[in-house]
């Protein structure tokens, strides 16, 4: 087949362009399938619509009914090919580590139950930080009014209650407001 090409490349016989008609077709899908798994910006799908028409070009060379058949195979099986080739993609582990957010719910929980879940974790993380209330830590940055402090060994957000502090300043949490702890200076 590579020897036929490789001929029909300096012939003007009808039966390379018949060849380079199914040679473009096979790039042209094999190309599809390159853009479903390399992220190119499109590059690979201009260089698989342009095997197409290339492919499409060589059939009419060869003959006008293979021409016509080869565009009405196109333009009917191509977009039922990109669909299924995008529905598989979609559903394969790859798709998973790829695309942002195709798996934004692996438990598979309706949307209720992932509100009552954030909330449950939310308020975990509240009485988690009021645990902390009376601790005395350092002021790691300035907080004009929000900042990081260290508390042992832990850094954690926190809002001074009024006015900056300065970092480096001892300070002692009074509140929890928002998820986040606010300080005073001690």
């Not at 197409?52 to 060589?58: F, N, P, T």
């Given at each position: 087949?590579?020897?036929?090409?490789?001929?029909?490349?300096?012939?003007?016989?009808?039966?390379s362009y018949i060849l380079w008609g199914w040679v473009l077709l096979a790039v042209a899908?094999?190309?599809l399938f390159l853009e479903f798994l390399i992220p190119s910006g499109g590059l690979i799908g201009l260089l698989c619509g342009i095997?197409?028409?290339?492919?499409?070009?060589?059939?009419?060379m060869y003959d006008?009914?293979?021409g016509t058949v080869a565009l009405c195979s196109y333009i009917i099986l191509g977009p039922i090919v990109v669909i299924?080739?995008?529905?598989?993609?979609?559903?394969?582990?790859l798709a998973d580590r790829l695309v942002l957010g195709a798996k934004e719910?692996?438990?598979?929980?309706?949307?209720?139950e992932a509100v009552a879940a954030a909330?449950?974790?939310r308020q975990a993380r509240v009485s988690e930080l009021k645990q902390l209330i009376g601790a005395q830590g350092v002021a790691v940055t300035s907080l004009r009014p929000v900042g990081t402090i260290k508390i042992g060994d832990r850094?954690?957000?926190?809002?001074?209650?009024?006015?900056?502090?300065?970092?480096?300043?001892?300070?002692?949490?009074?509140?929890?407001?928002?998820?986040?702890?606010?300080?005073?200076?001690?």
């Open positions: 087949m590579i020897l036929m090409l490789a001929q029909g490349a300096t012939q003007t016989g009808d039966e899908v094999g190309l095997a197409a028409i290339g492919s499409v070009v060589s059939f009419f006008s009914l293979w299924f080739m995008f529905r598989f993609f979609m559903s394969s582990p719910d692996p438990l598979n929980l309706t949307p209720e909330e449950q974790e850094r954690v957000d926190g809002m001074a209650e009024s006015g900056t502090i300065e970092a480096g300043t001892p300070v002692i949490v009074t509140d929890v407001y928002d998820n986040q702890i606010k300080v005073r200076p001690t």
